[in-house]
């Protein structure tokens, strides 16, 4: 059982930044692509970046060039720094892991408005 535990989500002003951080429980860390999903009221869960063992990345298409997913391997953290973030951007932001289970972290509220 891996267990996930979001933080640095927030209320911020269009335009502004935040960093999400999932801290995991696993000593196979390594092993697992991590990511992040999102929902949004009223809408689907959207895959919004994943980073695999070998630190390969991928984005949405609406987040590409606003967001970086990255990874620490030896504190096993995995992090989604957020930049110039829009009224859309709000959802609940959820971390995951995938490797042989895939688990989920909690969610952390995200919520961009002026």
């Known amino acids: 059982q891996v267990q996930l535990v979001e933080s640095g989500g927030g209320l911020v002003q269009p335009g502004g930044s935040l960093t999400l951080s999932c801290q995991a429980s696993?000593?196979?860390?390594?092993?697992?692509?991590m990511g992040w999903y999102r929902r949004a009221p009223g809408k689907q869960r959207e895959l919004v970046a994943a980073?695999?063992?070998?630190?390969?990345?991928n984005y949405a298409d609406s987040v590409k060039g606003r967001f970086t997913i990255s990874r620490d391997n030896a504190k096993k953290v995995v992090y989604l720094q957020m930049n110039s973030l829009k009224p859309e951007d709000t959802a609940v932001y959820y971390c995951?892991?995938?490797?042989?289970?895939?688990?989920w972290g909690q969610g952390t509220q995200v919520t961009v408005s002026s």
């Open positions: 696993t000593n196979r860390f390594t092993f697992y692509t």
């Open positions: 995951y892991a995938k490797w042989v289970t895939d688990y």
């Open positions: 980073i695999t063992s070998s630190s390969t990345t």
